[in-house]
């Protein structure tokens, strides 16, 4: 190991440099393969997180319709609950189908990887595996195939415990990611990463912090969606007053997350600026370290030349970094000759456009959020939400909202973190597998595209065919919670 990277055998690529993996760096095969496979996985990790954060959310949502259902005995929110049930356990299904994948990534085009991180990440994935799936397998068939079998407070406890099944995945997932992002608990033996200490995983302000931040913005995303398809039926005439129930806790559901979920994303800013500098200074194109920096929010023209023109806020980058109306924001430049000192040769430097605009999309994706929420909960307080045309509009557009916010905020973690996969332990280019070709990444890259195209074909479908039924009373519904193929 040297200054925190691997290398391979000289011998095996003719004199050339080579990594941990004994990939020649100068091998232009290799490197295809590594883009390929880089592409295949940020695919199909931003699909499937299509379908998490739904599900995270709608199952808490659809706990809580459940709820009221059953404290109240009140037939419309047992109809509301059977309703959103469907949409619910149609994302809990190609949610897992498309999970699945993700992790024979590890073991097919990131063997290099795994090996290094083994012992550390397959502990919460196995724990993730072991307790929180089958938890929430377990429970969600108790709830679909229960209903009329056990108990009213029995189901109820079904459909709390499944939820919580989907939280518990988050977290252990998110304390594998995190680790990545910020390693802690380790020693490095014999070029493999060993884990000394899980507990320090567990309590990582890094994983807290993204788990905090991850399952506030799933609560987002499901009281966004909740609130556009009642919009819609409200504006179609069909029940309104049922769904301006909906509605009314969906606008406040959604105000309450949005605001945690910033106060998160705070937290997170300032994790970043200590952990991650050169992420800091990337999602602003920040050259030079400046004390008191503001924050672009857009720039036309070039991010690392002079633009064209740009919009910026004073001193608002150092309040994110740590605040701090003064503080100093280190620059790219300075973090680069830093970097290079402590690592050696090579760029540090992320790819700007990805992180400059991702992150922004992020931001302000969620502001829109906080006010659409807001609107929201003002018109459920005064009990006109059904009433403003406007404001029914705007909530079916905001229903898109939640879903760029998630996928733009991916993009920029795991980008903004490169040419790491283990931030200052291994790169990405040393964690691909040695042995797979190119033709092979590509072959399998086109077939996840024309699979994955086909599932999120048949999930709209079912999404869109179960937001558009009737709300109808749970005893005219033959299988109230099951979402069914043909309507």
């Known amino acids: 190991m040297t200054n925190g990277q691997f290398t391979g055998s000289r011998a095996a690529c003719g004199g050339q440099e080579a990594d941990c993996a004994g990939i020649c760096l100068h091998d232009e095969r290799a490197v295809s393969a590594l883009e390929l496979a880089r592409w295949q996985f940020g695919l199909t990790t931003v699909f499937h997180f299509f379908f998490v954060p739904v599900t995270i959310g709608l199952g808490v949502v659809v706990a809580s319709m ?23 356990l149609i994302n809990l299904a190609v949610g897992v189908v498309t999970g699945i994948v993700l992790e024979f990534q590890f073991g097919m085009n990131w063997s290099s990887y795994s090996v290094f991180v083994g012992s550390i990440f397959g502990a919460p994935l196995a724990i993730e595996g072991l307790l929180a ?20 407070r029995v189901h109820l406890a079904t459909i709390w415990v499944t939820s919580a099944g989907t939280i518990l995945s988050a977290f252990f997932i ?20 060993v884990l000394t200490d899980f507990w320090a995983v567990l309590a990582s302000s890094t994983l807290w912090a993204s788990f905090l931040h991850t399952v506030s913005a799933a609560f987002v995303t499901a009281g966004g969606l909740v609130l556009g398809i009642a919009a819609w039926q409200i504006r179609q005439g069909r029940e309104r007053a049922a ?36 992420k800091m200074a990337a999602a602003e194109a920040l050259y030079t370290t400046t004390d008191g920096a503001s924050f672009s929010m857009l720039t036309i023209g070039n991010l690392s030349g002079t633009p064209v023109f740009q919009v910026r806020l004073p001193h608002v980058l150092s309040m994110i970094a740590d605040l701090s109306w003064n503080g100093q924001v280190k620059g790219i430049d300075q973090l680069q000759a830093s970097e290079t000192a402590t690592y050696g ?7 700007l456009w990805a992180t400059y605009w ?12 906080v006010l659409l929420s807001a609107w929201g909960a003002l018109l459920a307080r005064r009990k006109r939400i059904g009433e403003s045309r406007w404001f029914l509009r705007a909530a079916m557009a905001g229903m898109a909202l939640p ?58 479908v079912l999404m869109v065919r179960a937001a558009r039924r009737d709300l109808v009373a749970p005893e005219d519904d033959e299988h109230p919670v099951l979402p069914g193929i043909v309507y």
């Open 345 to 351: 040769k090579g760029s540090y430097v992320p790819v």
């Open 66 to 88: 459940q709820t009221f259902a059953y404290r109240r005995e009140d037939e419309v929110w047992e109809r509301l609950t059977a309703f959103f049930g469907r949409l619910f």
């Open 243 to 278: 769904f301006g129930r909906a509605a009314r806790f969906a606008a406040i559901f959604t105000l309450a997350s949005v605001l945690v979920t910033s106060v998160s994303g705070d937290l997170q800013g300032r994790l970043m600026e200590s952990q991650q500098p050169m």
């Open 174 to 193: 998110l304390a594998a990611n995190s680790w990545m992002q910020h390693p802690v608990g380790y020693e490095v033996e014999h070029g493999e990463a």
């Open 358 to 369: 991702s992150f922004r999309t992020m931001v302000g994706m969620g502001i829109l959020l």
């Open 403 to 460: 879903f760029l916010a998630n996928a733009s905020g991916w993009v920029f973690t795991e980008m903004g973190r490169q040419p790491w996969l283990v931030y200052g332990l291994l790169k990405t280019l040393h964690g691909v597998s040695p042995t797979v070709s190119t033709v092979d990444v590509a072959a399998t890259l086109v077939g996840f595209v024309a699979l994955y195209t086909a599932i999120g074909v048949v999930d709209a």
């Open 133 to 152: 799936f089958f938890l929430e397998s377990t429970f969600v068939g108790l709830w679909v195939f229960g209903k009329g079998k056990l108990s009213p």
